[in-house]
């Protein structure tokens, strides 16, 4: 078994990868941060860690892995480098030039609360990678991620797209907002008016505004194909504005041709039709979770058969299910969210949220 070091350990995704290596793969985790003097030192990393992964700020990283390189002087030969960044060609480009097994990772997912990456997307670049490729392979299937492979020239241009346009057009809507809000007032007061997509939008710009700034600020920066996308997005923008001060039956007939038809012919019918199936069903749990007639219960025992005897109580007390999904709760608890059909007798549900309680089954959770 290796021993892994980790450069960054006290990042948000250092500490993540350190429980996972230790809990679900049974490893020694040694770890170097610059900000914790109590971390191990680089050069414990570089005599000890058979396995180096650097998962420190993008702009910081290159230069990072360069100083490796200098103090392992040849050391990591025969072992394997690893980076976790969501820029992949400079990181991946100072890596190959130690002699070390390359390979670099972006999980598409800031540190989940989950104990592994299921159902989330990994994009792997295999830029040099022999004697450790079935470890490697064994480190995907752990963490049970989809993983995509890819170069990393291609991997930047991608998340120009996936990650810096999407980034960069809900910023803008923040801006929007914030300009607006002497006018129409703050988020909460349009929230009454919401449909389905502004929903969406103001919660990734939610999830944007609370995580680390640094990420998102080094997402635009460090990647050079963010500049030429941006370029793009402002240009249909501009024709858009343009069409509307137009405002005549000719600019009308450019909007749906250029702005509609045009897009929507260069999608495909199938595209369209799986986009808005995801669009439905999310907007259905949505509408769900908005039902103020449910519980959320904590079921402790991971085994089967406890949902079932979750349910047999809401049955016992002739309460009808109109809705149920699952979630995690901020701590990473697993937890259920039961909503109940309008009408449901409020003292049978009580009843049976008390039994859920009593009999261990479950922990009725606060709203």
Partial sequence: MPVVGIVGSAGAYGRWLRRFLQQRMGLEVLGHDPADPRSDSPEVLVARAEVLIFSAPIRHTPALIGEYVARSAGREAG???????????????????????????????????????????????EARLSQWQPWVQGLCDALEAECVRATPEHHDQVMALVQAMVHATHLAQAGVLREYAPLLGPLPALMPYRSASFELDTA?????????????????FGNPHVAPMLDRLLAHLQTLRSQVGQGDDDARAAFRQQLLLDNRDSQGEAVLAEGNYTFERVGYL??????????????????????????????????????????????????????????????????????????????????
């Fill in 204 to 220: 990734i710009i939610a999830r944007i505004l609370s995580l680390n700034p640094a990420i998102y600020e080094d997402i635009q």
């Fill in 286 to 367: 949505l509408a769900d979770l908005t039902e103020r007639n449910a519980i959320s219960v904590h079921l402790p025992e991971d085994r089967p058969g406890s949902l079932r005897e979750l349910l047999h109580v809401f049955e016992r007390h002739a309460v009808s299910l109109a809705s149920i999904h699952s979630s995690r709760t901020p701590a990473g608890d697993v937890h259920f969210r039961v909503g109940f059909v309008a009408g449901s007798d409020a003292r049978a549900l009580q009843q049976a949220a008390a039994e859920i309680d009593a009999s261990g089954i479950g922990r009725v959770l606060s709203r």
């Fill in 79 to 125: 072992r394997l480098w690893l980076d976790v960044t969501s820029v992949k060609s400079a990181p991946v480009a100072a890596m190959l030039a130690s002699q070390a097994d390359v390979v670099g990772l972006h999980p598409m997912t800031a540190p989940p609360k989950a104990p592994t990456l299921k159902g989330r997307v990994m994009v792997v670049c």
